[in-house]
């Protein structure tokens, strides 16, 4: 291979983006690309591997039952994450509480290890969403709650995989979004996907019309508007929903579109994660040139009061999130 850039030589070219860390924060990014490779190995032997597949049995702070490969994941990055002793605590999707690794890191890790883990039995798209912040607390004392209690706005850095027809990894730091191909012949990901921006049309719209009836009047009118046949507006709306945010988000921000995830009578206060799904998923968006709103306000300055908080969540090109938060307001 000729003229390529790998994931390590471009940490390594950005370094400047994090004055002061010492090579801190590539060692950090080092250990989330070993840990997905990992995973993505296990992901994709999942139809040959009836020990790695199924339910574990167990469920998570949410209630909601726990796959093979949850765990798994889980365990994966963590062990990456405390090898690389620039960590201080992880609060993890998979975990009650935050996990205290290294006293002497100046990083903490918010992390969903493997979002749409209910997908992985029938093959389809999966992924890993992280956030990383610098902590709060004095270096050299355990890490607290406050730690990971910070709004969106004071991420350092954010980040996806999705585990697809290939492995992508695709992150910010605050200077623009660029996604990396895992090519696993060589076993490095490689940057494919330079300054990735969202189209500046979207026509795409992601959302479980399951929920259509259990959702606000004002989102009932945006699907119904989505649906509007205004061929000199580029409607209507292409409906696609995977039902992996991390697949959901990745198409909108490659091909154009919006992803929905209102709050319901079922779920009034959401259903997505803020800390380690929503806000990281918003620091990429912003990044791209798009937005994501609970509604009502800027997802990234929403302050946290718990590490499991939940939000409802409306992310993608930023005039479609604009029409959604014009309808809330309007319809309720």
Known sequence: MENVTTLGEFIIERQQDFPGSSGEFSRLLSAIRLASKIVSQKVNKAGLLSYIVGSAGSENIQGEAQQKLDVYANIQFIKALRQRKVVCGIASEE????ITLNESGSYIVAIDPLDGSSNIDV?????????????????GTPVTDADFLQKGTEQVAAGYVIYGSSTMLVYTTGNGVNGFTYDPGIGVFILSHRNMQFPANGKIYSMNEGNFFRSSKGIQEY?????????NENRPYTGRYIGSLVADFHRNLIKGGVYLYPATDQSPNGKLRLLYECNPLAF?????????????QRIMEIEPTDLHQ?????????????????????KG
């Open 123 to 139: 093959n389809v798209s999966i992924g890993t969403i992280f956030s990383i912040y610098k902590r709060v607390s004095p270096v």
């Open 284 to 296: 990429i968006a912003e990044q791209a040139g798009g937005k994501a709103s609970d509604g009502r």
């Open 223 to 231: 699907i119904k508007f989505a649906q509007g046949i205004e061929p």
């Open 310 to 330: 939940r939000a409802p969540y409306f992310t993608g090109n930023t005039a479609m999130v604009d029409k959604i938060e014009s309808l809330i307001s309007e």
């Open 95 to 98: 975990n009650d509480e935050h």
